[in-house]
T-cell receptor, first 112, second 116 residues
């Protein structure tokens, strides 16, 4: 079964607004990663946050990790139409060859 | 850098035939590659972990005789869907883990399979 659950499942906002997506997981992790997928395409790695880190930034992206609550959030600031995509969190488990277990994803739509 | 390719990008086949999908790491070596399948508007489900020079490790519920995986070199893994049926129609995505940067997986563009 899927390790992660994401909410919301779908998010529609206006261009320029900030978008926040949340991810929760069940077991102990080595790290948590966020990916973007445009419709019908492969995944693009966005950011990786390790279990001993609490926050990480990359450009307009900000990721937080709360291991006590087993949750993470992805914030995209000043959204653009090109940010329209599905966003997935994926947890790398401590055991199991660091397999990635994906959440259900959030479909983000940025309206111009 | 860190580019993963898949071939073909899409394939249509008749029920009962076998289809081979290739996954290549173009500019790095990957001792481990992963195969996922994704149904429309759903998440990625890991099918198997492909290790160079050894047998693949399949996830629970995935038939190893149905989905044959070969990882013969540090840059190539293949997935063969044998005796394909319409329910095998899906989007198959591979990823590769860089030998020198183990934490990150790089994903291929995916292969869309339609079995008639």
């Amino acid at each position: 079964s899927q390790q992660g659950e994401e909410d919301p499942q779908a998010l529609s906002i206006q261009e320029g607004e900030n978008a926040t997506m949340n991810c929760s997981y069940k077991t102990s992790i080595n790290n948590l990663q966020w990916y973007r997928q445009n419709s019908g395409r492969g995944l693009v790695h966005l950011i990786l946050i390790r279990s001993n880190e609490r926050e990480k930034h990359s450009g307009r992206l900000r990721v937080t990790l709360d291991t006590s609550k087993k949750s993470s959030s992805l914030l995209i600031t000043a959204s653009r139409a090109a940010d329209t995509a599905s966003y997935f969190c994926a947890t790398a488990l401590i055991q199991g060859a660091q397999k990635l277990v994906f959440g259900q994803g959030t479909r983000l739509t940025i309206n111009p | 850098g860190a580019v993963v390719s898949q071939h073909p990008s899409w394939v249509i086949c008749k029920s009962g035939t076998s289809v081979k999908i290739e996954c290549r790491s173009l500019d790095f070596q990957a001792t481990t590659m992963f195969w996922y399948r994704q149904f429309p508007k759903q998440s990625l489900m890991l099918m198997a972990t492909s290790n160079e020079g050894s047998k693949a490790t399949y996830e629970q519920g995935v038939e190893k005789d149905k989905f044959l995986i070969n990882h013969a070199s540090l840059t190539l893994s293949t997935l063969t869907v044998t005796s394909a049926h319409p329910e095998d129609s899906s989007f198959y995505i591979c990823s590769a883990r860089d030998l020198n940067y183990q934490e990150t997986q790089y994903f291929g563009p995916g292969t869309r399979l339609l079995v008639l």
